[in-house]
């Protein structure tokens, strides 16, 4: 891996270029001007009181260095962890409440701009919750969802509604450890109350809160967020997009948005397209209104509209520089305070839209679901407004790349059997006989103190040349999507043998978007889906699959990390790891799990052992569960998959929005 580059991507290479010529400083160079403080990056620092910070350095540390309390580094690392898992549960699921009030509010007629898009998936919720839904007004089943929904926040005891999801073997193993969380709230609070000083000292005791925490968000927050998305907006099925800096144009206004609650990015995308939107642009000399996304609002919006992408986290500054956007709205996670300042730059308009995050050098158009549309028209006039400000300078760039994305539980079980059989044993089949040798998950951010996006695509490419599967969601979709990796094609021309044939004979590209971050729960129910239709593992442990966030940056990330690893999954991480300085805090999370649940969470800042230790866990687990050997080239026995001509003559498969893919629309 070239680590004298700032970015792989050569267009972000470009701009960042541009920028060191304009005196432009962005992400990249700051990293390099910060360099990490070398206790904190590996957990050894405790501030949690103010007898501290306390630093516990030097080689015997984890023996003999005590905080003033007397805390052991043992404590203190896993005091770290737990609170960054907290801090990531709190920040998906937070989110995912907005969405059950969004809901409730749709369902009691108080947000007249949204309406209950897919009644079948509401009802295959209803059903998992418990709830009557037949001959029942469609506003009641949502109020009862959103209402049941909302209750898994604030409840103090029992289990939260969706861990019943999960294979019967795994919830044995969580109530085995006492790790099914009881309320999303009370877990978060919980964790920050444990970890506050001189409370909970045992890091084994406080790290087994912290897969409870993790569980939360998981089976908690992000799968009440994919779902009520899914309810609101429908239920994605494949879909063309483009994605890089060349998605903008020079002679339209280009509105983008970042961040990631869908709501009002729905709402735009619902309004920009009214002839009075489009009148106004006009008036203010554009030929039109360009609406793109950056990092996972992106994701929601090209997964069910087809709208262009900008990419990920690195890209948002990357994408002012170019000079030709007019406004940026901006919500929550993962937005870069420096777009304020460097907005000033340039002539974009940054637009925060959440009462929850302001910043300085933006506007601020406050989101509100009772007036959705109204402040969606007030943004879309505000880029409009901001057009005949556009300046002549800026790294214009104009490649970009074709991706397919929109790769739902739903629609994978779909494209396996069509609509009445609908099922996932064709890819179990392909998994058994070795033509696929396993399934990856390949998420997280995009980071600057690597050459960024790079670790992403290494990955992708070699995975996939092992006939390895891969799920990709988050800014990992986006790196992968703008290097243009998430085409059918790339199967034809990289994919190892036995991938490229099921990838040929489903119509599929060798890396499925699955969407956002919160996203991330559609593995787990695809995983769940795998282990109920047999042949494999009967639970989500020891299955050929391994999680990797090759690049992450965020709490969010880690809280991802420990969901999987509790529900069964190897985890690797890419960089140094936050908790390294302490032996013991590594050999729970990495031994110690796997000996109960049968996942773990590794760090590794070396691309290419990631990529073996991936592909020694998934054939470790082929081993255990007596798969064929994986060989490239040689595959056992299977059904033959369905193509995309024979699923059409199944009678009846014009199922709403699933039937094959859709152009973009964006
Ligand atoms: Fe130091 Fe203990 Fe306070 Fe942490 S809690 S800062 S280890 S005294
Ligand atoms: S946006 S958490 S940089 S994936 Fe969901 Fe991307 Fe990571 Fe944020």
């Given at each position: 891996?070239?680590?004298?580059?700032?970015?792989?991507?050569?267009?972000?290479?470009?701009?960042?270029?541009?920028?060191?010529?304009?005196?432009?400083?962005?992400?990249?160079?700051?990293?390099?001007?910060?360099?990490?403080?070398?206790?904190?990056?590996?957990?050894?620092?405790?501030?949690?009181?103010?007898?501290?910070?306390?630093?516990?350095?030097g080689?015997?540390?984890?023996?003999?260095?005590?905080?003033?309390?007397?805390?052991?580094?043992?404590?203190?690392?896993?005091?770290?962890?737990?609170?960054?898992?907290?801090?990531?549960?709190?920040?998906?699921?937070?989110?995912?409440?907005?969405?059950?009030?969004?809901?409730?509010?749709?369902?009691?007629?108080?947000?007249?701009?949204?309406?209950?898009?897919?009644?079948?998936?509401?009802?295959?919720?209803?059903?998992?919750?418990?709830?009557?839904?037949?001959?029942?007004?469609?506003?009641?089943?949502?109020?009862?969802?959103?209402?049941?929904?909302?209750?898994d926040?604030?409840?103090?005891?029992?289990?939260?509604?969706?861990?019943?999801?999960?294979?019967?073997?795994?919830?044995?193993?969580?109530?085995?450890?006492?790790?099914?969380?009881?309320?999303?709230?009370?877990e978060?609070?919980?964790?920050?109350?444990r970890?506050?000083?001189?409370?909970?000292?045992?890091?084994?005791?406080?790290?087994?809160?912290?897969?409870?925490v993790?569980?939360?968000?998981?089976?908690?927050?992000?799968?009440?967020?994919?779902?009520?998305?899914?309810?609101?907006?429908?239920?994605?099925?494949?879909?063309?997009?483009?994605?890089?800096?060349?998605?903008?144009?020079?002679?339209?206004?280009?509105?983008?948005v970042?961040?990631?609650?869908?709501?009002?990015?729905?709402?735009?995308?619902?309004?920009?397209?009214?002839?009075?939107?489009?009148?106004?642009?006009?008036?203010k000399?554009?030929?039109?209104?360009?609406?793109?996304?950056?990092?996972?609002?992106?994701?929601?919006?090209?997964?069910?509209?087809?709208?262009?992408?900008?990419?990920?986290?690195?890209?948002?500054?990357?994408?002012?520089?170019?000079?030709?956007?007019?406004?940026?709205?901006?919500?929550?996670?993962?937005?870069?305070?420096?777009?304020g300042?460097?907005?000033?730059?340039?002539?974009?308009k940054?637009?925060?839209?959440?009462?929850?995050?302001?910043?300085?050098?933006?506007?601020?158009i406050?989101?509100?679901?009772h007036?959705?549309?109204?402040?969606?028209?007030?943004?879309?006039?505000?880029?409009?407004?901001?057009?005949?400000?556009?300046?002549?300078?800026?790294?214009?760039?104009?490649?970009?790349?074709?991706?397919?994305?929109?790769?739902?539980?739903?629609?994978?079980?779909?494209?396996?059997?069509?609509?009445?059989?609908?099922s996932?044993?064709?890819?179990?089949?392909?998994?058994?006989?070795?033509?696929?040798?396993?399934?990856?998950?390949?998420?997280?951010?995009?980071?600057?103190?690597?050459?960024?996006?790079?670790?992403?695509?290494?990955?992708?490419?070699?995975?996939?040349?092992?006939?390895?599967?891969?799920?990709?969601?988050?800014?990992?979709?986006?790196?992968?999507?703008?290097?243009?990796?998430?085409?059918?094609?790339?199967?034809?021309?990289?994919?190892?043998?036995?991938?490229?044939?099921?990838?040929?004979?489903?119509?599929?590209?060798?890396?499925?978007?699955?969407?956002?971050?919160?996203?991330?729960?559609?593995?787990?129910?695809?995983?769940?889906?795998?282990?109920?239709?047999?042949?494999?593992?009967?639970?989500i442990?020891?299955?050929?699959?391994?999680?990797?966030?090759?690049?992450?940056?965020?709490?969010?990330?880690?809280?991802?990390?420990c969901?999987?690893?509790?529900?069964?999954?190897?985890?690797?991480?890419g960089?140094?790891?936050?908790?390294?300085?302490?032996?013991?805090?590594?050999?729970?999370?990495?031994?110690?799990?796997?000996?109960?649940?049968?996942?773990?969470?590794?760090?590794?800042?070396?691309?290419?052992?990631?990529?073996?230790?991936?592909?020694?866990?998934?054939?470790?687990?082929?081993?255990?569960?007596?798969?064929?050997?994986?060989?490239?080239?040689?595959?056992?026995?299977?059904?033959?998959?369905?193509?995309?001509?024979?699923?059409?003559?199944?009678k009846?498969?014009?199922?709403?929005g699933?039937?094959?893919i859709?152009?973009?629309?964006?």
């Open positions: 891996m070239d680590k004298t580059i700032k970015s792989a991507s050569t267009s972000a290479e470009e701009i960042i270029e541009w920028g060191k010529q304009h005196d432009i400083e962005t992400c990249f160079d700051r990293a390099l001007k910060m360099k990490p403080c070398p206790i904190g990056e590996s957990g050894a620092c405790c501030k949690v009181c103010h007898m501290g910070p306390c630093r516990f350095t080689k015997n540390a984890e023996e003999e260095a005590r905080g003033v309390c007397g805390a052991t580094l043992g404590t203190v690392a896993a005091r770290n962890m737990v609170r960054m898992i907290a801090a990531g549960t709190a920040a998906h699921s937070d989110h995912a409440r907005d969405m059950a009030l969004t809901l409730l509010a749709v369902a009691n007629g108080e947000a007249k701009d949204f309406k209950i898009t897919d009644v079948k998936k509401l009802y295959r919720v209803a059903g998992i919750l418990g709830i009557e839904f037949e001959g029942r007004p469609v506003n009641d089943v949502a109020r009862d969802v959103a209402t049941t929904f909302v209750e926040f604030g409840r103090q005891k029992g289990e939260i509604n969706y861990t019943k999801r999960a294979p019967q073997k795994t919830q044995e193993r969580w109530r085995k450890w006492n790790i099914v969380p009881r309320g999303i709230d009370r978060v609070v919980e964790a920050m109350h970890t506050n000083i001189g409370v909970d000292h045992e890091p084994d005791h406080l790290l087994t809160h912290g897969l409870r993790a569980l939360a968000d998981g089976w908690g927050g992000c799968m009440i967020s994919t779902d009520i998305s899914d309810i609101l907006f429908g239920t994605p099925s494949p879909i063309k997009a483009e994605a890089s800096f060349g998605i903008f144009k020079e002679d339209e206004v280009n509105l983008i970042h961040g990631h609650e869908p709501t009002l990015a729905e709402v735009i995308v619902d309004t920009v397209n009214e002839p009075e939107m489009i009148e106004y642009a006009k008036s000399g554009a030929k039109g209104i360009n609406l793109g996304g950056m990092c996972c609002t992106a994701n929601e919006i090209l997964m069910r509209h087809g709208i262009p992408t900008a990419g990920g986290f690195t890209n948002q500054e990357l994408g002012i520089m170019t000079g030709l956007i007019d406004a940026m709205t901006v919500d929550v996670q993962c937005i870069m305070p420096a777009i300042e460097l907005s000033k730059k340039f002539h974009t940054v637009i925060t839209t959440s009462e929850k995050a302001k910043m300085q050098g933006a506007v601020h406050e989101y509100d679901e007036r959705a549309k109204e402040v969606a028209r007030e943004i879309i006039k505000t880029a409009c407004d901001n057009f005949p400000n556009r300046k002549a300078e800026g790294s214009h760039i104009t490649l970009k790349s074709t991706l397919i994305g929109g790769f739902s539980e739903e629609y994978i079980a779909y494209m396996q059997g069509g609509k009445w059989r609908a996932f044993r064709p890819l179990n089949d392909a998994i058994m006989a070795g033509r696929i040798r396993g399934v990856v998950g390949l998420a997280g951010c995009d980071n600057p103190r690597v050459a960024s996006t790079g670790i992403h695509k290494y990955l992708a490419t070699e995975l996939i040349k092992n006939d390895v599967l891969i799920v990709s969601t988050g800014c990992g979709s986006a790196a992968c999507a703008t290097a243009g990796y998430m085409t059918p094609e790339m199967a034809l021309e990289n994919a190892g043998p036995g991938l490229r044939e099921v990838c040929e004979a489903i119509g599929i590209p060798p890396i499925l978007h699955l969407g956002a971050c919160v996203d991330n729960s559609r593995i787990l129910t695809i995983a769940t889906a795998m282990a109920a239709e047999g042949g494999l593992s009967d639970e442990a020891g299955m050929p699959a391994v999680g990797i966030a090759p690049e992450w940056m965020s709490e969010k990330a880690i809280a991802i990390g969901y999987f690893a509790a529900s069964g999954v190897p985890v690797i991480f960089g140094e790891s936050p908790v390294g300085a302490s032996k013991e805090v590594t050999k729970i999370m990495t031994e110690v799990w796997f000996e109960r649940f049968m996942g773990a969470l590794h760090f590794e800042p070396d691309p290419e052992k990631m990529l073996q230790m991936c592909l020694d866990y998934i054939d470790k687990a082929r081993e255990n569960l007596k798969l064929r050997k994986y060989e490239p080239g040689k595959f056992g026995a299977e059904r033959v998959l369905m193509d995309m001509a024979a699923r059409r003559e199944i009846n498969t014009a199922h709403a699933v039937g094959g859709n152009e973009s629309q964006g």
